[in-house]
């Protein structure tokens, strides 16, 4: 059996023992925002393929486990804790000490098999927002309920954002691959910046949640802007997340 990482979601490239690749980091992917080239350490990714594994499974513990289903990832030969192995999709957690200086090899093994290895760009910081349905942020408001069109935030109230991606952190207690963040306030140590609407705003954290692997946290406080949905953008050590909107209604 030959196993390929795909170089997009829509297409696997040809070849039966070591496929060569014209765009291998449009495989692997922040597993927020499945932006190309927006890995981190300690972030969320998504790696897309074929024959990537036997079946599909969950991880049901933390801290995480390298092996789910008879399926490893390798990054620069570090086993990476996964959360979600399928056939054609891997959900794991980038290594917290990957180098973020050169490219790093990242190869899959399925039982006995392993795939071709990738070269993979890691950078200091590289958010990613978490989203669902048509483009929204996963944001609660100040009671913690889901922002939605039907349930917009207040402009006075403050709101968070959830993300991967946020970089390096002061963590509040051990904090190991794979592990969960620990209770209380891990903040990032690289300068960023959030923008609701095209305004900035003065952010009151941007660090891990606590109990949770490579979720960060973003609590801001709400513009005061008209009734409508806008784009929210984090930036961190320059680099620019996606921008999935949030309602606001005064």
């Known amino acids: 059996m030959a196993l390929f990482i795909e170089t997009d979601t829509g297409t696997s ?3 039966s023992a070591q496929p060569q690749f014209s765009a291998p980091q449009t495989a692997v992917v ?16 998504s790696i897309f393929g074929v024959g990537l594994s036997q079946q599909t499974a969950s991880a049901t513990t933390i801290p995480l486990p390298g092996t789910l289903a008879s399926t ?10 996964l959360l979600y192995v399928s056939p054609n999709q891997i959900n794991a ?29 890691v950078s200091p910081g590289a ?10 942020a996963i944001v609660q408001n100040s009671d913690y309920s889901l922002n939605s069109d039907a349930n917009p935030a207040h402009p006075g109230g403050f709101v968070i954002a959830y ?3 946020g970089g390096p952190v ?3 207690g051990p904090l190991t691959t794979g592990g969960p963040a620990p209770n209380g306030a891990s903040p990032t140590t690289l300068n960023y910046s959030i923008s609701v609407a095209g305004q900035t705003v003065k952010p009151y954290y941007l660090g891990l949640t606590p109990g949770f692997v490579g979720l960060y946290q973003a609590d801001f406080p709400v513009p005061n802007v008209a009734t409508g949905d806008y784009p929210v953008v984090i930036t961190v050590n320059g ?3 996606n921008g999935p909107v949030m309602s606001i209604a005064p």
């Not at 927020?32 to 080239?37: C, D, E, I, Q, T």
């Not at 958010?127 to 929204?136: L, V």
Request: charged fraction near 10%; charge should be neutral; proline fraction near 12%.
């Open 13 to 15: 490239v040809a070849g």
């Open 30 to 45: 922040n597993a927020a925002s499945f932006a190309p080239r927006a890995l981190s350490p300690g972030a969320l990714f």
């Open 72 to 81: 490893q990832v390798r990054v620069n030969g570090e086993i990476a804790p």
């Open 93 to 121: 957690q980038m290594p917290l000490d990957v180098s973020t200086t050169q490219p790093v090899p990242l190869s899959v093994t399925n039982g006995a098999t392993q795939s071709n290895a990738v070269t993979v760009s």
């Open 127 to 136: 958010p990613g927002i978490f989203e669902y349905g048509q483009n929204r």
């Open 163 to 165: 993300l991967t991606g």
């Open 170 to 172: 002061t963590p509040a």
């Open 239 to 241: 680099v620019p997340s």
